[in-house]
């Protein structure tokens, strides 16, 4: 049992997936909801604040009537915004308890939104979408190649001159990223298991500015690793990406709320065109 437990936890490389996806596992996807709708939280949305702000400037960033498509919607907070002003959305995530969650939340609004439980590393559309989003740096999150097929795919699915918006983390991020290890007793259930469990964290860097939170979860029955990878960039590492797809750099900012660019902050935007 030990051994088994200590091979799960060796260092594994880089962009390793673990053995179960956190996203999509039944239990782990409901904590993840609320996550995303509790406003004083900012695990897997930004506060509404935030992204009031983000839709305001991101919607002038776009023509009227433009087909726009939210990569990893969530449970649809920009999508009815976006919505509310008028463009034609739709959101795509590969939560499908996020999904219905969006699906509900739009009809009950009378929103005309097309939600679809569809992982984005397969969308097959092409020539569809006037502007693509991906917000809240999960384009850092995916493993190299998992960054050019997402790249291939949204420049397949976006019309003539169509545009993509996104964010990452920068390597101010990685600098400020604390290693450690940690535990904790969680008797009446937690955020990845309802069960009573022990955790045990491993917050790790790795070189070329990647990063693992990798935990443990060890129940009576089973033993658990989540692995949550992110590649940090450097503005030249984002251009050079996403030019390697074909992209034309429209502009940079420090944040999807249209900030000015500085080399000072955590995160950045880009917007760049087919
Ligand atoms: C950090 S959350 C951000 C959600 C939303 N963009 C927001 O800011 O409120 C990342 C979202 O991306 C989704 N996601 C991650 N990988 C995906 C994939 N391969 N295909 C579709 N959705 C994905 C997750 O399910 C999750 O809802």
């Not at 600098?175 to 964290?201: C, D, R, T, Y």
Request: hydrophobic share 35%; net charge negative; charged share 25%.
């Amino acid at each position: 049992m030990y051994k088994e437990i200590l091979s799960k936890i060796e260092q594994p490389e880089a962009f390793q997936p673990s053995e179960k996806m956190f996203w999509q596992d039944e239990y782990i996807a409901k904590q993840l909801l609320k996550a995303h709708l509790n406003p004083n939280h900012e695990g897997a949305s930004r506060e509404p604040k935030f992204i009031d702000a983000s839709v305001r400037f991101i919607s002038q960033l776009m023509n009227s009537g433009d087909r726009v498509v939210d990569l990893g919607c969530g449970p649809g907070l920009y999508c009815e915004q976006l919505a509310m002003r008028g463009y034609a959305v739709t959101g795509i995530d590969f939560s499908e308890n996020s999904i219905d969650y969006a699906k509900s939340q739009a009809s009950e609004r009378h929103l005309p939104i097309q939600y679809r439980f569809e992982d984005y590393l397969n969308m097959d559309d092409v020539n569809t979408f006037d502007f693509a989003t991906l917000i809240y740096c999960d384009y850092g999150a995916l493993s190299p190649n998992n960054r050019k097929q997402l790249l291939k795919n949204i420049y397949r699915c976006l019309t003539e001159s169509g545009r993509l918006f996104l964010d990452v983390f920068t390597v101010n991020k990685y600098h400020s990223f604390v290693e450690g290890k940690q535990w904790s007793m969680n008797n009446h259930g937690g955020f990845w298991s309802a069960h009573p469990h022990l955790e045990i964290s491993h917050n790790k860097k790795y070189d070329d500015e990647i990063s693992l939170e990798q935990t443990l979860v060890l129940t009576e029955e089973s033993a658990d690793v989540y692995h949550i990878w992110y590649q940090y960039f450097t503005k030249e590492r984002l251009i050079r990406e996403l030019r390697d797809a074909g992209f034309k750099v429209i502009n940079e900012y420090s944040n999807v709320a249209g900030e000015p660019y500085t080399d000072r902050s955590e995160t950045m935007a880009i917007l760049v065109q087919k």
